[in-house]
């Protein structure tokens, strides 16, 4: 069993649609982080949580420790939101990520 | 803004060779860690280094593989002698503060290509 699961694996929206993706995890964790992946490659990160909520611009990410479970929430899709977004959690020393949700945006 | 570089963006070997990958972490960075992304697959921690030594790693790590800071600046990678398996993207990253948990910074990657 995978210790982290996203879902969905692939995302097709309309622009301006509004977006969630989620992540489980079964592990003890010290944070969970959202990142997004450009078809070029490089990673980048969006949050890094430990409890609560945390938003910048169009994108929310909310985490419930109790449920092992945290969401990323885009509003106001646009196609240059088109990437692939992985979920990762703190274990230790080393970042254990989800197999990432391909999002598509179309116009 | 500081950013973490790589270098070289794509290496093409044969099999059984030595490579060496490249890593200029953020400068006042104390963690830095290796990862890897074979095509089509999720991203898997291959080492973590803190304070001149590896503070964890992965089954993936064996003695194939090593780390090093040279200098105050590099971090490389080191495999001894590639394997087919190799090919992948490997990604550097690195985190400040003093604890393990911290947001960590990637770089652009390394597409490593072994023939």
């Known amino acids: 069993k995978n210790e982290v699961e996203q879902s969905p694996q692939n995302l097709t929206a309309q622009e301006g649609e509004f977006i969630t993706i989620n992540c489980s995890y079964s592990v003890g964790i010290s944070a969970l982080h959202w990142l997004q992946q450009h078809p070029g490659g490089g990673i980048v990160s969006l949050f890094m949580?430990?409890?609560g909520k945390k938003k910048h611009g169009r994108l929310i990410a909310t985490i419930n420790i109790q449920e092992k479970h945290s969401s990323l929430h885009i509003t106001a899709s646009h196609p240059r939101d088109s990437a692939v977004y992985i979920c990762?959690?703190?274990?230790?020393?080393?970042?254990?990520f989800g197999a990432g949700t391909i999002l598509r945006v179309k116009s | 803004e500081p950013e973490v570089t790589q270098t070289p963006s794509h290496q093409v070997t044969q099999m059984g060779q030595e490579v060496i990958l490249r890593c200029v972490p953020i400068s006042n960075h104390l963690y830095f860690y290796w990862y890897r992304q074979i095509l089509g697959q999720k991203v898997e921690f291959l080492v973590s280094?803190?304070?001149?030594?590896?503070?964890?790693k992965s089954e993936i790590f064996d003695d194939q593989f090593s780390v090093e800071r040279p200098d105050g600046s590099n971090f490389t990678l080191k495999i001894r002698s590639t394997k087919l398996e190799d090919s992948a993207m490997y990604f550097c990253a690195s985190s400040g503060g003093t604890l393990s948990y911290n947001e960590q910074f990637f770089g652009p990657g390394t597409r490593l290509t072994v023939l």
């Open positions: 280094f803190y304070n001149n030594e590896i503070s964890e």
């Open positions: 949580l430990s409890s």
């Open positions: 990762a959690v703190t274990q230790g020393n080393k970042l254990v």
